[in-house]
């Protein structure tokens, strides 16, 4: 993917994102029942009690339904055709109420209009599939009311309650409308935001190895030459000058320690070994940099990694395990690393588990700038970073399978 191309779009994601909404109206829905419920039972015609409330039953089964299936597997892989499932069912059942008991058809028309408006906005739904499904409620209501005319409702009845669905059915199509083109707006605004992103990182790795060469090459060439004219200097000072070659040692010393200061802050900025030799390599001796550095041990699997993964997602994975070690250092107070990369299907993951305090509950504290550039690293190529709590506190990153690093991953399997 080009540096400036906005990254793919997260379906599972945005699906995954509508779950809240979904059972925030699932428990409206069930709340209803709660008060529309003890009413009935006071004022509805006592001979259609049974019916009642076995329609009643039947609303609680599917609303707690719903409910369960949005915590499941299944209910997280298709919350969209779980929403249309839940509106179609719960309208059905409502028809099935006022079919039972056409006494209150404007109550039954404000129910209707009141579940496809909030559907439709909680939902994210389209217009045109708002106004789908909402004519297809519009005319099970216009059915059912016309089988009760004239015996238990009267037409001026029925047409205030059209009128009132047909209102409902008005907001609803306007109100998905407006929103989708708010989101389409949103989207636009997202992607270039990421866009921008993630152009800013690709300029700053050139950056980065700009300066890493410059350290190396210019400075760090300068400093041996200056140590080497130091022993130099130093063997043609004559054999009294004591205190001169002592001072010459000491410049050599400190030469020397500023050469490796250079070269650690070179590999910092961009480790050679990145680009020569690829992305395992390159993590060992990070890993091993920040056992020497910390004294924090880190347990280290790279055994299903390819040899090569492409240079964006390389960085990525570099960077992201780089910021993951530095919150270790600095917040966790862990005494065990583990770090696994491997490939598993389509997707590149990386884990980095500790066994530290952990993280605090969700909201008590905002998100570093270092987890928010890790969050975007991943999402300008299309993957995700998922932190998990438990006995270890764990970061997740899965990141999409570049082209022909699966091949060279099942060969690399197959060998070993």
Same mark, same amino acid.
């Given at each position: 993917?080009?540096?400036?191309?906005?990254?793919?779009?997260?379906?599972?994601?945005?699906?995954?994102?509508?779950?809240?909404?979904?059972?925030?109206?699932?428990?409206i829905a069930l709340g209803a029942l709660l008060v529309l419920l003890p009413t009935d039972s006071r004022f509805a015609e006592?001979?259609?009690?049974?019916?009642?409330?076995?329609?009643?039953?039947?609303?609680?089964?599917?609303?707690?339904?719903?409910?369960?299936?949005?915590?499941?597997?299944?209910?997280?892989?298709?919350?969209?055709?779980?929403?249309?499932?839940?509106?179609?069912?719960?309208?059905?059942?409502?028809?099935?109420?006022?079919?039972?008991?056409?006494?209150?058809?404007?109550?039954?028309?404000?129910?209707?209009?009141?579940?496809?408006?909030?559907?439709?906005?909680?939902?994210?739904?389209?217009?045109?599939? +708002?106004?789908?499904?909402?004519?297809?409620?519009?005319?099970?209501?216009?059915?059912?009311?016309?089988?009760?005319?004239?015996?238990?409702? +009267?037409?001026?009845?029925?047409?205030?309650?059209?009128?009132?669905?047909?209102?409902?059915?008005?907001?609803?199509?306007?109100?998905?409308?407006?929103l989708g083109a708010v989101r389409e707006r949103l989207e636009e605004r997202q992607q270039e935001l990421t866009a921008l992103?993630?152009?800013?990182?690709?300029?700053?790795?050139?950056?980065?190895?700009?300066?890493?060469?410059?350290?190396?090459?210019?400075?760090?060439?300068?400093?041996?030459?200056?140590?080497?004219?130091?022993?130099?200097?130093?063997?043609?000072?004559?054999?009294?000058?004591?205190?001169?070659?002592?001072?010459?040692?000491?410049?050599?010393?400190?030469?020397?320690?500023?050469?490796?200061?250079?070269?650690?802050?070179?590999?910092?900025?961009?480790?050679?070994?990145?680009?020569?030799?690829?992305?395992?390599?390159?993590?060992?001796?990070?890993?091993?940099?920040?056992?020497?550095?910390?004294?924090?041990?880190?347990?280290?699997?790279?055994?299903?990694?390819?040899?090569?993964?492409?240079?964006? +997602?390389?960085?990525?994975?570099?960077?992201?395990?780089?910021?993951?070690?530095?919150?270790?250092?600095?917040?966790?107070?862990?005494?065990?690393?583990?770090?696994?990369?491997?490939?598993? #299907?389509?997707?590149?993951?990386?884990?980095?588990?500790?066994?530290?305090?952990?993280?605090?509950?969700?909201?008590?504290?905002?998100?570093?700038?270092?987890?928010?550039?890790?969050?975007?690293?991943?999402?300008?190529?299309?993957?995700?970073?998922?932190?998990?709590?438990?006995?270890?506190? +764990?970061?997740?990153?899965?990141?999409?399978?570049?082209?022909?690093?699966?091949?060279?991953? #099942?060969?690399?399997?197959a060998e070993a």
């Open positions: 993917m080009a540096p400036g191309s906005p990254p793919p779009r997260d379906a599972d994601g945005d699906l995954l994102r509508r779950l809240p909404a979904l059972r925030t109206a699932a428990t006592s001979d259609i009690e049974g019916p009642r409330l076995l329609l009643y039953v039947i609303h609680a089964t599917l609303t707690v339904a719903i409910l369960v299936a949005s915590f499941l597997p299944f209910g997280r892989r298709h919350t969209d055709a779980l929403t249309v499932a839940f509106v179609v069912a719960i309208s059905a059942n409502v028809l099935l109420y006022f079919f039972v008991s056409p006494g209150q058809p404007g109550l039954i028309a404000s129910a209707l209009a009141c579940l496809l408006i909030g559907t439709s906005v909680l939902g994210a739904w389209s217009s045109r599939r +708002t106004f789908l499904i909402s004519a297809l409620v519009l005319s099970g209501y216009l059915l059912v009311g016309e089988m009760s005319v004239p015996t238990q409702l +009267t037409r001026p009845e029925l047409i205030y309650g059209i009128n009132a669905l047909l209102l409902g059915v008005a907001v609803a199509v306007v109100c998905a409308e407006v992103s993630t152009r800013l990182m690709s300029l700053q790795e050139e950056e980065r190895r700009r300066l890493a060469r410059e350290l190396h090459d210019e400075v760090g060439q300068s400093l041996t030459a200056l140590n080497s004219y130091l022993w130099l200097a130093d063997r043609a000072l004559p054999a009294d000058a004591g205190a001169a070659r002592e001072h010459g040692r000491e410049a050599r010393r400190l030469a020397s320690k500023t050469l490796a200061t250079i070269r650690e802050l070179s590999q910092l900025l961009r480790p050679s070994v990145l680009d020569d030799l690829g992305l395992g390599p390159s993590l060992e001796t990070l890993v091993e940099a920040f056992e020497r550095r910390h004294g924090i041990p880190v347990a280290l699997d790279v055994s299903t990694l390819p040899e090569r993964l492409g240079e964006q +997602t390389e960085t990525a994975i570099y960077r992201i395990l780089q910021e993951a070690l530095t919150n270790v250092e600095r917040h966790a107070r862990a005494s065990q690393v583990w770090v696994r990369a491997g490939v598993a #299907g389509s997707r590149v993951v990386v884990e980095i588990a500790d066994d530290g305090v952990g993280l605090p509950p969700d909201g008590t504290r905002r998100r570093g700038l270092g987890l928010i550039g890790m969050h975007e690293r991943a999402r300008a190529l299309g993957g995700s970073i998922h932190l998990q709590r438990g006995e270890r506190t +764990t970061v997740r990153l899965e990141l999409p399978l570049p082209p022909g690093a699966g091949a060279a991953a #099942g060969a690399q399997r």
